[in-house]
């Protein structure tokens, strides 16, 4: 089993509509959450981390976290066609040093 | 200004030669990590640093080595490359405190005939 599960999709959605991706994790004393997002060909990019249960949002995105089924999930609203890419969901165990990324998501958003 | 820079960006080489990928970062951070992405298997870790005399292997260190010269630059090395040593390299850093977030850099597209 891996330490991080995503759908690689691809997850299409038309344009102004609400993308949701989801991930699931194995260790249960995982501690840090994160979503990077990586367009074609370029490097990761860091755009929401969550640490307790319950929703962060920041502009379009929303990140919700639910220790207790072990699942970690990403909204966009509005959906653009700049929004199109993998995102990655990654786990963090501060005191094992251990830090595990999902394969990602492929998100098309059609215009 | 970048906060963490890679080179090469591209870099085409044939099997057998010695390659070493650099890694510069502005950011403070005292981690530094370095990971290659093949299509369909995401990221995996080769090798991580949390300061310059500590340095640990990662899933797939077999092949490579790692050079922390200073807070600021962790290399990576291939000694003998071979073709299935060609991928995405990425270094990345993170400041160590309980989040650990990690910021990547731009990446190193590496090819090996």
């Known amino acids: 089993q891996k330490e991080v599960e995503q759908n690689s999709g691809p997850l299409s959605v038309p344009e102004g509509a609400i993308a949701s991706l989801n991930c699931t994790y194995s260790?249960?004393?995982?501690?840090?959450f994160f979503w990077y997002r990586q367009y074609s060909g370029k490097s990761p990019e860091l755009i929401m981390s969550?640490?307790?249960?319950g929703d962060k949002e920041d502009g379009r995105f929303t990140a919700q976290l639910n220790k207790a089924s072990q699942y970690v999930s990403l909204l966009i609203r509005d959906s653009q066609p700049s929004d199109s890419a993998t995102y990655l969901c990654?786990?963090?165990?501060?005191?094992?040093?251990?830090?595990?990324f999902g394969s990602g998501t492929k998100l098309n958003v059609k215009p | 200004d970048a906060d963490v820079t890679q080179t090469p960006r591209n870099r085409i080489t044939k099997t057998g030669k010695r390659i070493m990928l650099e890694c510069s970062q502005t950011?403070?951070?005292?981690?530094m990590y370095w990971y290659r992405q093949d299509p369909g298997l995401g990221l995996r870790l080769i090798y991580y640093s949390f300061d310059v005399k500590d340095i640990n292997k990662g899933e797939i260190s077999d092949g490579y080595s790692v050079s922390r010269q200073a807070q600021a630059k962790f290399s990576l090395s291939l000694e003998s490359a071979i073709p299935n040593q060609t991928a995405l390299y990425f270094c990345?850093?993170?400041?160590?405190?309980?989040?650990?977030?990690?910021?990547f850099g731009p990446g190193t597209r590496l090819t090996v005939l």
């Open positions: 990345a850093t993170s400041d160590g405190t309980e989040y650990n977030e990690q910021f």
């Open positions: 950011k403070g951070h005292d981690r």
């Open positions: 990654a786990v963090g165990l501060y005191n094992f040093n251990k830090f595990y």
């Open positions: 969550i640490y307790s249960n």
């Open positions: 260790d249960r004393v995982s501690q840090s």
